[in-house]
Every structure is written in C-alpha cells, then in structure tokens.
T-cell receptor, first 116, second 109 residues
Framework: GAVVSQHPSRVICKSGTSVKIECRSL??????MFWYRQFPKQSLMLMAT?????????EQGVEKDKFLINHASLTLSTLTVTSAHPEDSSFYIC????????????FGEGSRLTVL | QKEVEQNSGPLSVPEGAIASLNCTYS??????FFWYRQYSGKSPELIMS????GDKEDGRFTAQLNKASQYVSLLIRDSQPSDSATYLC?????????FGAGTQVVVTP
C-alpha cells in the first residue's frame, strides 16, 4: 500500500505555544489529504480536508484559526495547532488516498500531542 | 443515530477461533467499505476493502457486504494473539469517510 509519513510522532509543549505537524506522501502524489483527531477509546474524528493549492475544508465545530492547515505541494500537508491548550492534547492523524477509484485511505503514523 | 455503528466490545475470542465483527451504516448511497485495524497508540492500518455485495476473502480475513441491509462484517479465522486490536469499520459516502467507534478484540491464549 501507499506510504504516508507523519512527523513528529510525539510532541510535548507548553500552553500557549504553537505546534506544527507534517504529513508527507512518500511514494505518490496526494491532491487531497485528511486530518483526524482521536481521543482515547474513541473513533477518528475528521477535522478537515486539505486540498493542494487551495484552502482546507473544515468540519463543523473545528476552528480554522486554531488549526491551520497548509497543503503547499502534492506530497506535503501541515497542521499547525496555534496557541495550544491542554484540551488540545490528543492523537492527530493524517491520511491520504492514493487511488481515487478505490478510495482506500492510508494513514500516517500519527502524532501524540501533549500540552502542559 | 450514528452514521456508522459498531459494538464497542471487548470481544473476547479464544486463540484459533473465529472472531466475527459487525458494522451497520445509515447512508444508502455509500459505495466503498473498509476495515482497519488499530493497535493501541498506533494509527489505523487497512486490512480489507469491499465494494460489492457478497464475500471477499484475503488470507484469514473475510469481509461480507450486504447493501440492502446496510451491513458489513469481518470474520477473522484462526485468531491469533497478534490480532488483539481495535477494528474500525469505515464507510466512504461520496468521498467522505465515516468511521465507526471500533470494536476491541481480545484473543486469549
């Protein structure tokens, strides 16, 4: 399957700082990437759809000024959590579709954010 | 009503037995269906995809789809301790993925 790489895998930051998470498709071009958030023992919650060369599409209830998404190239999307607070602590996962016909979604390794 | 529903479990399965996982979905227009396995603290990995009614087998895994009943299932034969994980059902509705909450499977030696 396709390879999606995410970095960093773990980050601990102080309240009020900003954190950037990178998501790369290593062996294919992804015009669309997806960002999810997952709390313990809960399912994946789609935060936004990242579109190369255009603005991200955010899900209802997700603050676009809080979670900045940039999809600068066909292989890279970034999520920046601005002015992070302890309630932003979560597991953030990016994903991409290699083949739009099959629709199979491949996930990055995930980034565990802890805000102190 | 949740769009994709699964029993949360845990589903306890003796080693070597068959694990049966169920998933129902609400959107009749859904076209593609997936099963992901997620180990604790890790991101999901795709194990099966199914697009048409009937059964699809891949190794020890069999996915079953019944669009009329809006039901998709996953069977794991000869369950191994390494199969212990949370299994997420995902439904692709017009390009938008919806995930179930997942079923935790525990394979006991």
């Amino acid at each position: 399957g396709a390879v999606v790489s995410q970095h960093p895998s773990r980050v601990i930051c102080k309240s009020g700082t900003s954190v950037k998470i990178e998501c790369r498709s290593l062996d294919f071009q992804a015009t669309t990437m997806f960002w999810y958030r997952q709390f313990p023992k809960q399912s994946l919650m789609l935060m936004a759809t990242s579109n190369e060369g255009s603005k991200a599409t955010y899900e209802q209830g997700v603050e676009k000024d809080k979670f900045l998404i940039n999809h600068a190239s066909l292989t890279l999307s970034t999520l920046t959590v601005t002015s992070a607070h302890p309630e932003d602590s979560s597991f953030y996962i990016c994903s991409a579709t290699q083949d739009k016909n099959t629709g199979e979604l491949f996930f990055g390794e995930g980034s565990r954010l802890t805000v102190l | 009503q949740k769009e994709v529903e699964q029993n949360s479990g845990p589903l306890s399965v003796p080693e070597g037995a068959i694990a049966s996982l169920n998933c129902t979905y609400s959107d009749r227009g859904s076209q593609s269906f997936f099963w992901y396995r997620q180990y604790s603290g890790k991101s999901p990995e795709l194990i099966m995809s199914i697009y048409s009614n009937g059964d699809k087998e891949d190794g020890r895994f069999t996915a079953q789809l019944n669009k009329a009943s809006q039901y998709v299932s996953l069977l794991i034969r000869d369950s191994q301790p390494s199969d212990s994980a949370t299994y997420l059902c995902a439904v692709d509705s017009w390009g938008k993925f919806q995930f179930g909450a997942g079923t935790q499977v525990v394979v006991t030696p």
